[in-house]
C-alpha cells in the first residue's frame, strides 16, 4: 500500500494512532478492523475491534476519548 501525502485521508490504523496487539491465539499481528465511537457525558471513547487474519480471533480494545 501507498499514500500520496493527503492530510485529508487518514488510514483507521494511522487515526487510532495504536500498535496492533498480537493474537492470543496466533501471536501473529492484528488488523484493525473496525472503530467504534461510543459518546457518553464524560466524553467520546472509541472500540477498536481488531482482527486476525490468520485464525479469525477477534479481540476489542477500549481507547479512551478526550473529554467532553
Ligand atoms: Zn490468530
Not at 5 to 10: A, P, S, T, W, Y
Request: proline residues 9%.
Amino acid at each position: 500500500m501507498s499514500f500520496l501525502h493527503q492530510d485529508k485521508i487518514i488510514p483507521p490504523d494511522e487515526e487510532a494512532g495504536e500498535k496492533a496487539p498480537a493474537c492470543p491465539r496466533c501471536k501473529q499481528e492484528m488488523w484493525l478492523v473496525v472503530i467504534t465511537k461510543n459518546t457518553s457525558d464524560e466524553g467520546t471513547d472509541d472500540w477498536l475491534t481488531y482482527e486476525c487474519k490468520k485464525c479469525g480471533d477477534v479481540v476489542e480494545v477500549e481507547r479512551p476519548g478526550s473529554p467532553a
